[in-house]
């Protein structure tokens, strides 16, 4: 199959909102089929240990459905399905099943792999168009424009790898920073979802690649961390927060967000379209604050105690 075929546009290509779910399902389940048979053996070669499982109260009928599983404990069939999605505190598990550095090391593994194909693919992809070389070819035809089966499935890829944080976000266990990634992984959602049925594709390609880089450096620097690994993680740190200033604050807002608020009302009509995206994207800096807020935290305990974590993954919200 040729995957740079152009799709017609008569009638114009749309994605529907929740038809990428069973794709996020799927991709739910190849998660948690690499963690536990691949992931989290790697974990503890590199020295991270396994979870002790001690003995817990069976709250009344929570359980009753695990029974039809054979030879295996209660406490193990609770212990793997609740690491598999977070579930400790929802079937009333000791502190000691919460997630473990173990758990967390494999779901790191996991957000590299997909961001770092992410980033990758969408260079690939992006390369030849001339659109990503100049933003203001984005708008040119629109909204005649014809959408690729490269990025169309690009795009939907995204979207359903959105849908599965949040599900695993909504059924998990509640975190510190659970807000912030509820309204971060809708946003996206909607983003993918709206640039495609709005014919805003061009502009919402571009900036997956933007906003997944960094992405990427951070994952490796939470990997160390939980392997103590200190002077890999301090490494993988200080080049994720040059790529985050550099695709989060110089990219996005002076190039992305400045052509959406002020290039497109020049060649086109201000409709609710534009309202939606600009919206949407200011909601992205204002995460964006926030997260680096904690990101400059980081930095100065750094300074002054020679300890570099980041505070994402303290607060165990990961998915």
Same mark, same amino acid.
């Given at each position: 199959?040729?995957?740079?075929?152009?799709?017609?546009?008569?009638?114009? @290509?749309?994605?529907?909102? !929740?038809?990428? #779910?069973?794709?996020?399902? *799927? $991709? +739910? /389940?190849?998660?948690?089929?690499?963690? %536990?048979?691949?992931?989290?053996?790697?974990?503890?070669?590199?020295?991270?240990?396994?979870?002790?499982?001690?003995?817990?109260?069976?709250?009344?009928?929570?359980?009753?459905?695990?029974?039809?599983?054979?030879?295996?404990?209660?406490?193990?069939?609770?212990?793997?399905?609740?690491?598999?999605?977070?579930?400790?505190?929802?079937?009333?598990?000791?502190?000691?099943?919460?997630?473990?550095?173990?758990?967390?090391?494999?779901?790191?593994?996991?957000?590299?792999?997909?961001?770092?194909?992410?980033?990758?693919?969408?260079?690939?992809?992006?390369?030849?168009?001339?659109?990503?070389?100049?933003?203001?070819?984005?708008?040119?035809?629109?909204?005649?424009?014809?959408?690729?089966?490269? @990025?169309?499935?690009?795009? !939907?890829?995204? #979207?359903?790898?959105?849908? *599965? $944080? +949040? /599900?695993?976000?909504?059924?998990?266990? %509640?975190?510190?920073?659970?807000?912030?990634?509820?309204?971060?992984?809708?946003?996206?959602?909607?983003?993918?979802?709206?640039?495609?049925?709005?014919?805003?594709?061009?502009?919402?390609?571009?900036?997956?690649?933007?906003?997944?880089?960094?992405?990427?450096?951070?994952?490796?620097?939470?990997?160390?961390?939980?392997?103590?690994?200190?002077?890999?993680?301090?490494?993988?740190?200080?080049?994720?927060?040059?790529?985050?200033?550099?695709?989060?604050?110089?990219?996005?807002?002076?190039?992305?967000?400045?052509?959406?608020?002020?290039?497109?009302?020049?060649?086109?009509?201000?409709?609710?379209?534009?309202?939606?995206?600009?919206?949407?994207?200011?909601?992205?800096?204002?995460?964006? @604050?926030?997260?680096?807020?904690?990101?400059?935290?980081?930095?100065?305990?750094? $300074?002054?105690?020679?300890?570099?974590?980041?505070?994402?993954?303290?607060?165990?919200?990961?998915?």
């Amino acid at each position: 199959m040729d995957f740079t075929t152009e799709r017609s546009q008569n009638p114009p @290509v749309t994605m529907s909102f !929740f038809y990428p #779910i069973p794709v996020a399902l *799927s $991709l +739910l /389940i190849l998660r948690i089929l690499l963690e %536990k048979f691949y992931f989290e053996p790697i974990g503890i070669k590199l020295g991270l240990e396994a979870p002790i499982i001690h003995p817990i109260k069976n709250r009344k009928g929570t359980l009753s459905f695990l029974k039809w599983l054979p030879h295996i404990s209660i406490n193990s069939k609770v212990y793997y399905l609740s690491t598999l999605l977070n579930f400790s505190e929802n079937f009333g598990i000791e502190s000691s099943l919460k997630p473990s550095k173990l758990s967390k090391f494999s779901k790191s593994i996991w957000q590299l792999i997909f961001f770092t194909f992410t980033f990758i693919a969408g260079m690939i992809i992006l390369w030849n168009k001339s659109w990503f070389w100049n933003l203001k070819e984005c708008w040119v035809g629109y909204p005649h424009q014809n959408l690729t089966d490269d @990025v169309w499935l690009y795009n !939907f890829m995204n #979207i359903a790898f959105y849908w *599965s $944080l +949040l /599900i695993t976000l909504l059924i998990g266990t %509640k975190k510190k920073d659970f807000n912030e990634n509820a309204i971060h992984h809708s946003v996206a959602i909607l983003l993918i979802y709206l640039s495609v049925n709005c014919q805003c594709f061009r502009i919402g390609t571009i900036i997956i690649v933007d906003l997944s880089v960094s992405d990427i450096f951070l994952e490796a620097s939470k990997m160390a961390n939980y392997l103590e690994y200190n002077k890999t993680c301090t490494a993988c740190f200080i080049l994720f927060t040059i790529i985050w200033i550099i695709s989060r604050w110089v990219v996005f807002p002076f190039w992305i967000i400045h052509n959406t608020l002020f290039h497109v009302p020049k060649v086109l009509p201000i409709n609710l379209k534009w309202y939606i995206l600009n919206g949407l994207l200011m909601t992205l800096v204002l995460l964006n @604050v926030f997260w680096t807020v904690m990101i400059f935290r980081v930095i100065k305990r750094g $300074l002054t105690e020679g300890d570099i974590r980041d505070v994402r993954s303290d607060s165990e919200s990961d998915d």
